[in-house]
């Protein structure tokens, strides 16, 4: 879903720009984008911003897991009867 909005986003970008400035500043744009894309600084940040984000991520799973452990425990009125048997959702 994120990925088809921020597609969509660029497609209105894209054809506004496109209509407005006319073809050669789109050429323009593009060919500064790529230049940023190449560049090795870019590159770097990008990396420690991919790597930083994984960090976050198993932080966030180990967090995760720690929690699911203690929140049948903290749950007022859980019996140990009501474990046995699966959860009923209304519906």
């Given at each position: 879903?994120k990925?088809?909005?921020?597609?969509m986003a660029?497609?209105?970008?894209?054809?506004?720009?496109g209509t407005?400035?006319?073809r050669?500043r789109?050429?323009?744009?593009?060919r500064?984008?790529?230049?940023?894309?190449?560049?090795p600084n870019?590159q770097?940040?990008?990396?420690?911003?991919?790597?930083?984000g994984?960090e976050?991520?198993?932080?966030?799973?180990?967090?995760a897991?720690?929690?699911?452990?203690r929140?049948?425990?903290?749950?007022?009125?859980r019996?140990?009867?009501?474990e046995d048997?699966p959860?009923?959702y209304?519906?």
């Amino acid at each position: 879903m994120k990925a088809r909005m921020m597609f969509m986003a660029g497609a209105a970008i894209g054809y506004v720009m496109g209509t407005k400035a006319g073809r050669e500043r789109y050429e323009q744009l593009k060919r500064l984008s790529q230049q940023m894309q190449e560049n090795p600084n870019v590159q770097e940040a990008a990396g420690k911003l991919r790597a930083k984000g994984e960090e976050f991520a198993g932080a966030a799973r180990g967090k995760a897991g720690q929690m699911k452990e203690r929140v049948p425990q903290q749950v007022p009125g859980r019996h140990k009867a009501s474990e046995d048997q699966p959860p009923v959702y209304p519906g």
